[in-house]
């Protein structure tokens, strides 16, 4: 809940803006009081009637209105929050933001704030990973401006691709994320996550990887850091936007998502939960392989790719306290993750189904077994985040004490 708390909505001018409508219902319907700026762009979209009457308050336009200037200054307007919220925050805004451009209202209370600032990006696809874009958002990043989204999807201007403005529930979740204090029992440990699928080179055009979409390890790592973790995110090639409040890395390959987790330091967590792949081509070509007509197919030799889990696991001064690790079975599920757990050397492991008929790769739910030393416990089916939050859960109480079949491990 948002009970008392004081968030400044910056409206500025996309189709997204519709969005921010509902936003201001959705925070009010947790108990936050919303003030909005609505940019002169964004009043294309959205009528400031709409936003008042929403937000039961006045909505700021003008920097040089004398009623809003007598009423509330532009520098009080900036500070009489406890979150100011952008959304959406077109590819203009956000230059100007990184600019630190003072130009019209909104930019001028995003400059002037002493107060935490998150922004919701949406805009076209080629505008968001446009080499500027990406050059602000970096900017914005490093002095400490907190992103949701953008989403990947269709989009209004009948492209697809990754630009959308993240949902109302999304930009909800993470303002409660940056403004409730929480418990935060995993304060002080730190933590890596790899997810996703990993990509073998065959040529420069074509490789190796499996459908892997990155959900549940990406859960994963956000319940960590709602948990208190420091979270290191490796991520193999997927299509979802970073979560926030953690370090994601980009990784393609297996030995890539290798080098980057050893990368993260000592940490006291480490959660395998990638679809990495067991075997990478031995020569990939340099150039895109030729089908040459009435010659057999070409021979692909493969060599098998580093364990990153087993790897982990080995140990050393360097081994996390607790290493979990998935298995992915279509067989024998259980015992075959048993196996697994004492052959790679981890602390638990989270077997789940992956038979096409599951659903599980790529898809919303899960059904996992957790199995540690002490036994093996069967978990309902449950969302993907949920599995994550139980799993995180159980991770914190692993390492706050007492639970006695744990400690026997
Ligand atoms: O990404 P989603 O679409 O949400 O799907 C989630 C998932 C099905 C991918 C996930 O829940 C899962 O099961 N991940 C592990 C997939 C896998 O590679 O399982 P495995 O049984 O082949 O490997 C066992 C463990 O070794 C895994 O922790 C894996 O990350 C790790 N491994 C495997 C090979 C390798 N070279 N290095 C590794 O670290």
């Not at 400059?111 to 970096?138: C, G, I, S």
């Not at 540690?372 to 949920?386: N, Q, Y």
């Amino acid at each position: 809940m948002l009970n008392g708390k004081r968030i400044l909505l910056i409206v500025s001018g996309g189709i997204a803006a519709y969005k921010s409508l509902e936003l201001v219902r959705r925070l009010r319907g947790r108990g936050a009081s919303v003030r909005c700026v609505l940019t002169g762009a964004g009043a294309r979209f959205v009528t400031p009637l709409s936003l008042q009457a929403l937000s039961e308050d006045r909505v700021y336009s003008d920097m040089f209105s004398l009623t809003d200037e007598s009423e509330m200054g532009h520098i009080q307007l900036s500070r009489d929050a406890d979150l100011l919220v952008v959304a959406p925050a077109t590819a203009n805004l956000l230059a100007r933001m990184a600019a630190g451009m003072a130009d019209d209202l909104a930019a001028t209370v995003l400059l002037a704030t002493d107060k935490p600032v998150l922004a919701a990006p949406a805009m076209n696809v080629r505008m968001w990973t446009h080499a500027a874009t990406a050059a602000n958002v970096e900017t914005l990043r490093k002095r400490g401006v907190a992103f949701v989204g953008p989403n990947e999807g269709a989009m209004a201007c009948n492209e697809f691709g990754p630009g959308r403005m993240a949902e109302p529930d999304e930009i909800v979740a993470a303002i409660e994320t940056m403004l409730v204090p929480r418990q935060r029992p995993l304060a002080g440990k730190r933590a890596v996550v790899t997810s996703g699928p990993t990509r073998e080179a065959i040529d420069p055009v074509r490789y190796i990887s499996n459908h892997s979409s990155g959900k549940q390890g990406h859960a994963i790592a956000a319940a960590l850091a709602k948990l208190g973790a420091d979270v290191t995110l490796v991520s193999g090639p997927v299509a979802l936007a970073d979560p926030p409040g953690l370090r994601t890395v980009k990784v393609e390959s297996a030995e890539e998502m290798l080098r980057a987790s050893l990368a993260a330091g000592n940490v006291d967590i480490a959660v395998c939960a990638a679809a990495v792949a067991d075997w990478k081509v031995v020569h990939p070509a340099a150039g895109k392989m030729k089908k040459k007509a009435g010659a057999p197919p070409p021979q692909i030799e493969l060599a098998p790719n580093p364990d990153i889990l087993a790897t982990l696991s080995r140990p050393g001064p360097q081994r996390p306290a607790l290493v979990v690790g998935f298995a992915a079975e279509t067989e024998n599920l259980v015992a075959n993750a048993i196996e697994k757990r004492q052959r790679k050397g981890c602390d638990w492991i989270v077997a789940n189904d992956v038979s096409p008929s599951t659903g599980t790769f790529g898809g919303e739910r899960n059904t996992v077994h957790l199995i540690s030393a002490s036994g093996v416990e069967d978990w309902p089916t449950l969302a993907k985040e949920d599995v994550a939050l139980r799993l995180a859960a159980r991770i914190a109480l692993h390492f706050s004490g007492p639970p006695k079949a744990e400690a026997a491990e």
